[in-house]
Structure formats: C-alpha cells, structure tokens
C-alpha cells in the first residue's frame, strides 16, 4: 500500500483480556518494527523484524507481549492479560533495510485497558 | 548510557517568527539523527534526517537542522513558522543499527 496501515486505529480492553494489533506496512519494504508511545513521552522501541524473522525483540517488556510476521509483510503485535499500565499508542513503522534510511510510520493504534 | 534530550516541553511562537526546536544527544559515537513531526491522532512523519557530511540539514516543509558535533546537538529551525505547524516534534538518534531512541517531543504552539 502507500503507506503503513494500522488497524484498529482505537482499542479499548477490559483488564485482563487479550488483544491483537495489526500492521500493514509498505509494499516491498523487508523491516518492521513496533513502537509504543506512552502519554507525554517519545516512542519507545519494543521489536524489529527482518523479514518474518524476529531480530530483536529486547524492548518487549515481558513475555505477556509477542509479535508475529509469518509472510514477511503483515505484523501482528500480541497481548496477553492486559494491564492498565499497557495503555499507550502502539506505533508500527517501516523500512527498506535496517542501516536507518529513517522509517514511516503508521497512524498507530490508541489502546486503552480499563 | 545513550539518550536524546529535548529540553523543552512546550512552545509558543507567533506566525511568521522563527522557531528553534533543541535536541541534545548523548552517544558513544556520532549516531543518525532525525526530527519527526506529529499531528494529533497522526503518526510521525520524517522531516529530516542526518548520517553524515553537510552538517546543515535541509527538510521538508521548509524545516533545516544543524548538527554540532562540539555540543552533541542538532536543533531543528524554520524562519517563519506557520499555523499548520503546530504539533509535536521528536529528535530521534540511531547508531547505525534500527533501534531508535527518541526524546519526549516538544509540543508547538502557533499564535496568529
């Protein structure tokens, strides 16, 4: 597509359930990463991936978040037993390589846990 | 450790001032450094991006930066600030690899 696609755009979850974040980036790009932007702060990394490989996954904050690219294009960002503290915006971006030609970024997914 | 700094949260400017937006970065060695711009409800989007070389930087929408190797920073600055250019803006740096560190953004105001 033309640019990275999130879905949904809003998210609203009751403490404890799971929920599952789509990204579709842009055609042809090999790297995707997730982000996740606390209120008032700048995005924070959480995983990358060259091609349907999982190169790093360090920023993930514990092993109730996981996250997928089985074909190499489309991500899916995982939540288990939601938390109130995981409310944020999940950001996913792009890119042709990984030498940092800068990414795009999707519109991102406000994911709220009551 | 590695770290971007934006020490201001927020900004006013009038339309038509100019604007400097500061980004300090503390780094191992001289990281790629970005400035994204948000809008509401919006991702971000590259505004510019600097690897090496020219040490003025010259982006879209009429924004530039100038990196200073001597002060670890590269502020972002256009020369006269228009309405639609109010939103948020984060300096970002890299060291080469796809792990970006961001700073907290700095929240413009514009006053016609």
């Known amino acids: 597509g033309a640019g990275v696609s999130q879905t949904p755009s809003n998210k609203v979850t009751e403490k404890g359930k799971y929920v599952e974040l789509r990204c579709d980036p842009i055609s042809g790009h090999t790297a995707l990463y997730w982000y996740r932007q606390s209120l008032g702060q700048g995005p924070e990394f959480l995983i990358y991936f060259q091609g349907t490989g999982a190169a790093d996954d360090s920023g993930l904050p514990n092993d109730r978040f996981f996250a997928v690219r089985p074909e190499g294009s489309v991500s899916t960002l995982k939540i288990q037993r939601t938390e109130r503290g995981d409310s944020a915006v999940y950001l996913c971006?792009?890119?042709?390589?990984?030498?940092?030609?800068?990414?795009?970024f999707g519109s991102g997914t406000r994911l709220t846990v009551v | 450790a590695q770290s971007v700094t934006q020490p201001d949260i927020h900004i006013t400017v009038s339309e038509g001032a100019s604007l400097e937006l500061r980004c300090n970065y503390s780094y191992g060695a001289t990281p790629y450094l970005f400035w994204y711009v948000q809008s509401p409800g919006q991702g971000l989007q590259l505004l510019l991006k600097?690897?090496?070389?020219?040490?003025l930087v010259q982006g879209i929408k009429g924004f530039e930066a100038e990196f200073k190797r001597s002060q670890s920073s590269f502020n972002l600055r256009k020369p006269s600030v228009h309405w639609s250019d109010a939103a948020e803006y984060f300096c970002a740096a890299g060291s080469g690899t796809y792990k970006y560190i961001f700073g907290t953004g700095t929240r413009l105001k514009v006053l016609a």
């Open positions: 600097y690897f090496s070389g020219d040490t």
């Open positions: 971006a792009s890119s042709f390589d990984r030498v940092g030609q800068g990414y795009t």
